[in-house]
T-cell receptor
């Protein structure tokens, strides 16, 4: 099991540019989550999908952020246009909700720096 | 709104001593409480979790206790070792949405174990 795979590991971009973060959940997991981690706000949920359908996007900060899950093995988080305050580590995580004791597994994260 | 408070924010102990981290939560409907360990530059990793129908759970040197009435839960690490040094996060599930991956995280405790 390769775990949750995220790319890129690091992204440096200029303000105003579009940023796309990618995630491949663990095979067989049916729920996928995007979390953001900053020193000020800690770990906060942005959006999550169940069976590829967005369930709760109340954590998405504003319309500049969008997320998609076109199939069970791939999701993207897009920021357009990016701003310096978007700088953070973005984690993707997945879980198998059909198993009672299935914990949330995090990917290695994408460190985004917007200058 | 929903909230998880975690104390202390930093904790320094001597190798071999015990460490205790405490969290309180606001949503009485929360029923799943995981603890994650995050080393510098790495992803959060689950170390132990507890459900609301259990008051205590132990796994070798790590134990978690839950008091549902008071809405607080604690992590206990005994015989600490330098490799226990990391940031520890508690979390509580949001009951709506139905997924135990939909978590509210505390702000973290930086644990330093001195040899």
């Amino acid at each position: 099991d390769a775990g949750v795979i995220q790319s890129p590991r690091h992204e440096v971009t200029e303000m105003g540019q579009e940023v796309t973060l990618r995630c491949k959940p663990i095979s067989g997991h049916n729920s996928l989550f995007w979390y953001r981690q900053t020193m000020m706000r800690g770990l906060e949920l942005l959006i999550y999908f169940n069976n590829n359908v967005p369930i709760d996007d109340s954590g998405m900060p504003e319309d500049r952020f969008s997320a998609k899950m076109p199939n069970a093995s791939f999701s993207t988080l897009k920021i357009q246009p990016s701003e310096p305050r978007d700088s953070a580590v973005y984690f993707c995580a997945s879980i198998d909700t059909t198993r009672y004791n299935s914990p949330l597994h995090f990917g290695n994260g994408t460190r985004l720096t917007v200058t | 709104g929903e909230n998880v408070e975690q104390h202390p924010s930093t904790l320094s102990v001597q190798e071999g001593d015990s460490a205790v981290i405490k969290c309180t939560y606001s949503d009485s409907a929360s029923n799943y409480f995981p603890w994650y360990k995050q080393e510098l530059g790495k992803r959060p990793q689950l170390i132990i979790d507890i459900r609301s129908n259990v008051g205590e759970k132990k796994d070798q040197r790590i134990a978690v206790t839950l008091n549902k009435t008071a809405k607080h839960f604690s992590l206990h690490i005994t015989e600490t070792q330098p490799e226990d040094s990391a940031v520890y996060f508690c979390a509580a599930s949001r009951n709506y949405g139905g997924s135990q991956g939909n978590l509210i995280f505390g702000k973290g405790t930086k644990l330093s174990v001195k040899p």
